[in-house]
């Protein structure tokens, strides 16, 4: 299957093992960790990322990205940190932007001192906050667009001119886009990185990473990986590649929902504020338009000052409270309450995260389902506001 076809035919078909024998419709699991070691060219083995599985979905997510190769990780986090790290040795800097995934932030904050990594933190998202910070030493750029949870966008093109013109390697992470949405390989980004847990999965029960780049890039990420051991499960995998056949079609309804739930909220007059890149009203929506070709799933919205955040999400009886994203169902969270409860209170002020901030990952419900359950959780709130005023 030549890699050059269209995004569900990608979804479906790329990479998928043939079962000579039977002739099934799709791709055997193999479950063996012990093979053959007669042919020295193939010493298959799962902590060597080749297995015939392995190998199968390394090919779809190659072809989804627009790239050579990749790479399927035991979990985003490792995908993350085996990249950043076949990167980056004693003495080196990297640049990565504020508005960055948690468990990222975490990684950089808490572990690349004992590496003898430096790291600087951008102040904001523009081309200057990157640039201002790169020193004699820097190696890499590591970006996240749209951002969590203020869906905040970074302009690809511009970091990639910056990468350039100093010699950087250009990181993404690419999860909430998903490559439905954004292939920052076609405009010059050097490595795309996924938490496969969310779109790639897609329904909540897995939980695995992918990294996709050239060829060369990704055998300098394998020699690293074999060592870190974070290799995911053949079954795992093998259930992984049947979530992306359907990628497609799920992140497309996602958009197209997310889309019609911003506008419901932005025109609803107990919201104070609606972040997504699909609404003309967000600062970076034309940039999102010049490097996506949907806005995603992910929104995030306040509730009027008086209202009662928590509340309001306890009273949701379709959408459910969850700290994950990006499945078929859809949930919410308070950004402070868990994904930033870490961050310091300052750092999410200088972010634009409020208190009563609720982050929306949206579903592939319909639509009107989702507006009366959001409109019977507010008209609970409401009561309170009255009650509690006189
Ligand atoms: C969830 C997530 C990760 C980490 O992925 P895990 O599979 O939980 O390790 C990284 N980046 C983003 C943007 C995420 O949402």
């Excluded at 902590?47 to 790479?71: D, I, M, S």
Aim: glycine content about 6%; aromatic content about 8%; overall charge negative.
């Amino acid at each position: 299957m030549q890699n050059n076809k269209g995004l569900n035919t990608i979804c479906t078909h790329v990479g998928e093992v043939e079962d000579k024998e039977f002739k099934g419709a799709i791709s055997p699991l193999y479950m063996s960790s012990s093979y053959a070691f007669d042919d020295v060219e193939t010493k298959r083995y799962p902590r060597y990322f080749n297995t015939p599985n392995q190998e199968a979905l390394c090919k779809k997510v190659a072809a989804l990205e627009h790239v050579e190769a990749g790479l399927i990780f035991g979990s985003g986090m490792a995908a993350v940190s085996t990249t950043l790290l076949a990167f980056l040795r004693a003495g080196d800097h990297v640049v990565l932007q504020n508005a960055l995934y948690g468990g990222t932030f975490n990684l950089v904050n808490e572990e690349f001192d004992k590496y003898g990594i430096e790291y600087s933190f951008t102040n904001g998202l523009k081309p200057d906050d990157f640039e201002s910070k790169i020193k004699k030493n820097t190696k890499v750029i590591y970006v996240e667009t749209p951002s969590n949870p203020l869906l905040k966008i970074t302009d690809l093109n511009a970091v990639v001119a910056i990468a350039k013109r100093h010699g950087l390697i250009s990181m993404i992470d690419n999860t909430f886009a998903s490559p439905v949405n954004q292939n920052p390989a076609d405009f010059g980004i050097d490595i795309i990185i996924h938490s496969a847990t969310k779109y790639m999965g897609g329904h909540s029960d897995i939980c695995a990473g992918a990294v996709a780049s050239t060829r060369e890039n990704i055998n300098r990420i394998f020699h690293l990986a074999k060592n870190f051991g974070g290799s995911l499960s053949d079954q795992t995998v093998w259930l992984l590649e049947r979530s992306m056949k359907t990628m497609g079609i799920r992140v497309k309804e996602q958009n197209k929902n997310a889309q019609r739930m911003a506008e419901f909220l932005f025109d609803h007059d107990d919201i104070a504020a609606v972040y997504y890149p699909g609404l003309p009203s967000h600062p970076d929506h034309e940039l999102a338009k010049s490097q996506m070709r949907g806005f995603g799933g992910m929104l995030s919205f306040e509730l009027n000052e008086a209202f009662d955040a928590s509340l309001f999400q306890k009273s949701l009886q379709l959408i459910k409270p969850s700290m994950s994203l990006a499945g078929v169902e859809s949930t919410m969270l308070s950004p402070t309450k868990t994904s930033h409860s870490l961050m310091q209170p300052e750092e999410r002020e200088r972010q634009g995260i409020k208190d009563g901030l609720i982050r929306f990952s949206v579903g592939i419900e319909e639509p009107e389902d989702l507006i009366s359950d959001i409109n019977q959780a507010l008209e609970k709130v409401r009561l309170t506001v009255r009650s509690t005023t006189h």
